[in-house]
């Protein structure tokens, strides 16, 4: 079955047909990098991670870049505050960004471009467009004229009149029409700034991911995703701009990611309700977190509260829950061969199921579905006097695969108990098989202490962390 993807451009799905047969170039715009992120910042992090990582389980190989936002009004501002250089402020806050969402189980991008790094690109495209008449200059600013680009506003599918009638002129602006947009800002005293046709100064927002898409992966793209909010101006922009330069169609699928409430209300820092992600990784398993913002269709909005993510916790250990218990009973499995072949089928089935979901415009939440039906079958499985150690490692394996798609690892926590802990699972089996009970309690009260929670079956001693 192949993909599709809701293609905000056209607003269906569509069957997804890349440039290349076995390539894919993904854009997704990166974070503006003044402060730590937010939970909001997050998502789109992990949903397209998730998107790229079901790209490559298909066969194809993805081109993926996510893009630093490294001058800006916002960190120039934070700069200032803080008594530190521009670069400084954005390095600190582009480390810290990767190193929170790859806890979050985020795969590194094949590019990681910076708008400092991507300055030559930028002054020749703004130039282009100024030459062919799509720009012009205005003592030192280059604005950019959606009246003259023919299809301003398909993506967010507005008429140029309805955006015009929205739009102001801010005092000091010297554009024509309210609609146009910077290209390139005239710095002020004491400002960083680059050297341009124009003068001293930095680029508008638009402009950088035009140019830095077009870098890495060429004039015509196959995925551009970010955050609903980016829709429009951003998208739009990009689009306008992109496709004025070249005369090519700039992306062929667009991709946005729904909002994130908290607890029912939109997060925002004037309600006192702004989550950042590191906050949130010291407190939570990041994979949990992640389990939790997969456990929405994408494109839906998602709301966050801490008993949403406590349910996920419980959730996410059921699968893990199965998967031990799997491992603990191939101990002593055998080499049957009694319905072997029909188990590993169903076990096929659920594979087949998941991809499904998958392939249906990444749809996590019913592939997460599909998991959970995969380990009940699983713990059925586990019911059968005699197991087959073929059948169950199909189980793990497929667990652990359709995890992998979604980014979500198994720790194999038996890997993870240190020399203590076995010693004391073993003295307490022992005890019991002396019949020294007193023992044998003391052992599971001292390892629940530790975390280490103990179940007697008449398989054996199976424990779990708690």
């Not at 998107?51 to 001058?71: A, I, P, S, W």
């Not at 995969?374 to 059925?380: F, I, P």
């Amino acid at each position: 079955m192949s993909v599709t993807i809701y293609n905000t451009l056209n607003r269906e799905k569509q069957s997804f047909q890349p440039l290349q047969d076995n390539r894919v170039s993904m854009y997704v715009c990166g974070p503006t990098v003044y402060n730590y992120i937010h939970i909001g910042n997050a998502r789109p992090a992990i949903v397209f991670d998730t998107v790229r990582r079901h790209l490559e389980y298909k066969g194809y190989n993805v081109d993926y870049v996510l893009n630093f936002t490294d001058v800006d009004d916002k960190i120039i501002k934070a700069a200032n505050e803080l008594g530190e250089e521009v670069q400084d402020v954005a390095n600190r806050f582009i480390d810290a960004y990767l190193e929170d969402v790859y806890a979050l189980g985020v795969k590194e991008a094949t590019y990681n471009p910076r708008v400092t790094e991507t300055m030559d690109e930028v002054i020749i495209f703004i130039k282009g467009l100024v030459d062919k008449g799509f720009a012009y200059v205005a003592d030192g600013d280059v604005y950019f004229k959606p009246r003259a680009f023919d299809n301003y506003g398909k993506l967010s599918q507005q008429s140029i009149d309805e955006l015009r009638s929205g739009a102001r002129i801010q005092i000091g602006e010297k554009k024509e029409d309210p609609l146009d947009f910077a290209l390139w800002k005239q710095a002020k005293p004491d400002e960083i700034a680059w050297s341009s046709p124009w003068g001293l100064g930095r680029p508008g927002w638009h402009i950088e991911c035009s140019a830095m898409a077009k870098k890495y992966l060429g004039e015509t793209i196959d995925i551009h995703a970010g955050g609903q909010d980016l829709t429009f101006p951003h998208h739009e922009n990009e689009i306008a701009q992109s496709e004025a330069m070249t005369g090519k169609s700039f992306a062929n699928y667009w991709m946005h990611n729904g909002y994130i409430n908290i607890d029912n209300e939109k997060m925002s820092k004037s309600l006192g309700n702004f989550v950042l992600t590191r906050d949130l990784i010291e407190k939570h398993d990041p994979h949990v977190i992640r389990f939790f913002m997969l456990s929405v269709h994408y494109r839906n909005p998602i709301n966050f509260t801490e008993e949403l993510l406590d349910s996920a916790k419980i959730s996410l250990d059921r699968i893990k829950t199965a998967y031990h218990n799997l491992e603990h009973r191939k101990q002593t499995s055998m080499n049957l061969e009694k319905d072997v072949d029909k188990w590993l089928e169903k076990v096929e089935g659920f594979t087949k199921q998941f991809e499904a979901e998958m392939d249906d415009d990444f749809n996590t939440a019913n592939a997460i579905s599909v998991l959970f039906d995969l380990t009940k079958e699983a713990n059925l499985y586990l019911q059968s006097k005699q197991t087959s150690t073929k059948v169950i490692e199909s189980f793990q394996q497929t667990i652990l695969d359709l995890l992998g798609v979604l980014g979500i690892e198994l720790q194999n926590e038996k890997e993870l108990l240190d020399e203590e802990i076995e010693t004391l699972i073993q003295e307490r089996i022992d005890a019991r098989k002396n019949r020294d009970f007193n023992r044998a309690d003391e052992i599971r009260d001292e390892l629940k202490e530790k975390n280490i929670l103990l179940e007697d079956t008449p398989q054996g001693t199976r424990w779990k962390r708690g």
